[in-house]
C-alpha cells in the first residue's frame, strides 16, 4: 500500500496547490480594452469583473448599440485574457499537461 500513500500524498499536495492558485487568480487582473481604449473593462483571473470605464466621448445617447457593443467587446476582451491567465497558471501547476474540466 506505499504506492497508494504516495498517490493520494501527491493527490493532497495537487489539491493545496490549486487552492492556492485559485487564490493567487484572484488577486490577479487583466483589463480588455475596445474602441482604441475608449471603453475598459478590468477582469480578476477568477473572471470577476471588476470595473469598466467609458470615455465621455463615446457617450451618445443616440448611438446607445454602439455603446452597448463597445462594452461587450471589452468585457469579452479582459474575460478571454483572464481565462488565458488562468490556463498559464494552470499549465504550470499540471506541469504543462491540459487538465480537463479544470480551465
Known amino acids: 500500500m506505499k504506492g497508494m500513500d504516495e498517490i493520494l500524498r501527491q493527490a493532497q499536495l495537487m489539491q493545496s496547490k490549486m487552492a492556492e492558485m485559485q487564490e ?4 490577479k487582473s487583466v483589463e480588455g ?5 475608449m471603453v475598459r473593462a478590468v477582469a480578476t483571473g477568477k ?3 471588476l470595473s469598466i470605464s467609458i470615455d465621455k466621448a463615446v ?5 446607445v448599440e454602439m455603446l452597448q457593443d463597445l ?3 471589452a468585457v469579452n476582451d479582459a ?6 491567465l ?3 497558471e494552470m499549465a504550470g501547476l499540471a506541469g504543462g499537461f491540459k487538465i480537463p474540466g479544470l480551465m
Open 24 to 27: 493567487d487568480l484572484s488577486r
Open 33 to 37: 480594452s475596445s474602441g482604441g481604449g
Open 47 to 49: 473572471l470577476d469583473v
Open 59 to 63: 457617450v451618445d445617447p443616440n448611438d
Open 71 to 73: 462594452v461587450t467587446a
Open 79 to 84: 474575460l478571454r485574457q483572464a481565462r488565458q
Open 86 to 88: 488562468a490556463e498559464q
